[in-house]
């Protein structure tokens, strides 16, 4: 299931912003084009080639990946490249054409094909680009972005939300940087956006620090009370170490970050009959194999025999998924394995590339229960990415060559969506606080739609409310009650309650609005209460949605085409009836 497999018509992720236009560059691309932003002397700017390293950017993409024009066309791909060539030579600073070119590749649409920045490193990117980074690091939390991280002299930026990044509102900044970020899906411009922010020539090019590459924070504390500090550039890669200035004590204390540096460990909770499995990275280790780290976790599960298994994969950006393989065995012949709950597996944004293929496989071996936030990378995704370099200004460009179709080929289209919703604020972070393992922990079956309904009919509440409150909690927000609620309906109208019936399918449709049997299912519970016209109307909805409804396979699709046009012929007919007899 997990082998690459170089098919069309898998899902792509939603981009946060429309691909490029065909004929002219975008609103970002023009903007830089025009900016007059730094320093580059005449000779540093004629020196590249970059209509030679655009023609070797496409070549290279269309060489390597098997279907680059799965979310921009060819056409749009060539003309944005050959337009940007045209522009490339009155550029006021290669930042500009760097930043620009980081958007074609955007393009593409997947984590796996991007640009890498040239202050990450690589051959001859420090000679275009030489203006380090700035000595901080952000992170997205529930309640927005927080610096987790800074160097001397700017300790006081630790602990604040950034509200603005010079006259720009940091959110506007980051929609800037999901443009020219590769991306699966939207969570994966949760993780990868603000770890762009400390990248100077990107932040200059977006017009957020001047020109000098001085980045002036709107910060503010925990109680609202906003500063403003400003930051200068220090030289040197994305890899430099900022201290953490958490309490050492709390993290040690921590299970999520005791040991975030070691690529995979466990640790038996014998009073409980509990596992604790951290798995950071699918690569071998350099003391431990993943094989026998397997087998090491097969022997403990076999001793425990524990009741809980929470595998942690929430920092795990990837390796290669088919080392991961015995781990998913250790696991699946577990007896935790056969009951729900018995495994719960952490999930987020960094949950990416090879590490969603694990979750994905582990899940369809055994009754897996996902907590945390979506991950950063979709079910079925393109992977095993080669790294080529342009000839005239080294640019390393990313590009996938194959694709794991994990999920299967009807999956919805995504990333993992959890099971329970549960994010960390800015507060749990600084305090060492992880809601997200609490609620692993803590994890208990819900009761079904229909228990709930007439549980409130028991207690002599109003059933819909009580069901709203259920269905709308925060921590059920990526749970799917597409087919409760349409036999919850159907039940409720079969028993001579087609009112109820018809509450439960208007929540239905407000719950899932894009489901084509969603609106089906309305116009069925409209239809019993003679509002002919209004079931009608429901059911070209649902007919309409058919094609674009993720959740509905080929041969569904066709069937429920062919049902959906007889009933729709049949409410029509009694429509007219009725208009004529009136």
Request: glycine share 10%; net charge negative; proline share 5%.
């Amino acid at each position: 299931r997990s082998e690459p497999a170089k098919a069309r018509g898998h899902d792509a992720g939603r981009r946060l912003v429309p691909a490029l236009g065909a004929v002219l560059v975008t609103g970002l691309l023009r903007a830089a084009m025009g900016m007059a932003s730094g320093d580059a002397s005449p000779d540093e700017r004629s020196r590249i080639d970059w209509r030679g390293d655009l023609e070797a950017l496409v070549a290279g993409v269309e060489e390597r990946h098997p279907d680059p024009y799965h979310s921009v066309t060819r056409e749009d791909f060539r003309a944005n490249s050959a337009a940007l060539a045209e522009r490339a030579a009155g550029a006021s600073h290669p930042r500009d054409v760097v930043v620009a070119v980081a958007e074609l590749v955007a393009s593409v649409g997947e984590t796996h094909t991007y640009l890498d920045w040239p202050v990450l490193g690589g051959s001859g990117g420090d000679s275009i680009l030489a203006s380090g980074r700035y000595p901080f690091r952000a992170a997205r939390f529930a309640d927005g972005i927080w610096v987790t991280h800074a160097g001397a002299g700017y300790e006081e930026l630790v602990g604040r939300r950034v509200v603005r990044l010079g006259d720009r509102d940091v959110e506007n900044v980051l929609a800037d940087v999901a443009q020219v970020t590769g991306a699966d899906n939207e969570w994966t411009h949760r993780f990868l956006g603000p770890r762009r922010l400390p990248i100077v020539d990107l932040m200059i090019a977006l017009g957020a620090a001047g020109s000098d590459g001085r980045l002036h924070f709107t910060i503010e504390d925990a109680e609202g009370r906003p500063a403003v500090v400003s930051i200068s550039p220090s030289k040197g890669g994305l890899g430099v170490e900022l201290p953490d200035r958490r309490s050492a004590e709390a993290l040690a204390a921590s299970l999520y970050w005791r040991e975030p540096e070691r690529a995979y460990w466990f640790e038996e909770l014998a009073a409980e009959r509990r596992l604790y499995v951290q798995l950071n990275r699918v690569v071998d280790g350099e003391e431990e194999s993943l094989d026998a780290f397997a087998r090491r976790l097969d022997r403990a599960i076999g001793e425990l025999r524990p009741e809980r298994v929470v595998v942690d994969l929430r920092r795990n950006i990837g390796g290669n998924s088919r080392l991961a393989r015995p781990v998913v065995r250790a696991l699946v012949r577990s007896e935790a394995a056969l009951a729900r709950g018995g495994i719960v597996v952490l999930i987020g944004p960094s949950t990416i590339s090879a590490a969603t293929v694990f979750a994905e496989e582990l899940a369809q071996l055994a009754e897996v229960v996902f907590v945390g936030s979506p991950t950063g990378s979709n079910r079925n995704q393109w992977g095993d990415n080669v790294v080529f370099e342009l000839p005239s200004s080294g640019l390393r460009v990313s590009v996938a060559t194959a694709f794991y179709q994990t999920g299967g080929p009807y999956a919805v289209p995504g990333p993992i969506e959890p099971r329970v919703f549960v994010e960390s604020s800015g507060a749990d972070y600084f305090a060492v606080e992880d809601p997200m393992l609490r609620a692993a922990w803590e994890w208990s079956p819900d009761p079904p739609a229909a228990d709930v309904y007439a549980a409130a009919i028991e207690r002599g509440e109003d059933p819909l409310v009580a069901l709203a409150d259920f269905v709308g909690a925060e921590t059920r927000r990526f749970r799917d009650f597409e087919r409760e609620l349409r036999l919850l309906a159907r039940r409720l109208s079969e028993a001579g309650d087609a009112t109820a019936g018809l509450g439960v399918a208007d929540l239905l449709v407000e719950r899932h609005p894009g489901r084509a049997r969603a609106h089906m299912a309305r116009g069925a519970q409209l239809a019993e209460l003679g509002r002919n016209a209004e079931a009608e109307a429901a059911w070209r909805r649902g007919c309409d949605l058919i094609d674009a409804d993720p959740s509905l396979y080929p041969e569904l699709r066709r069937r429920l085409r062919a049902f959906a046009t007889t009933e729709i012929e049949r409410l029509a007919a009694a429509v007219a009836s009725r208009a004529g007899s009136s």
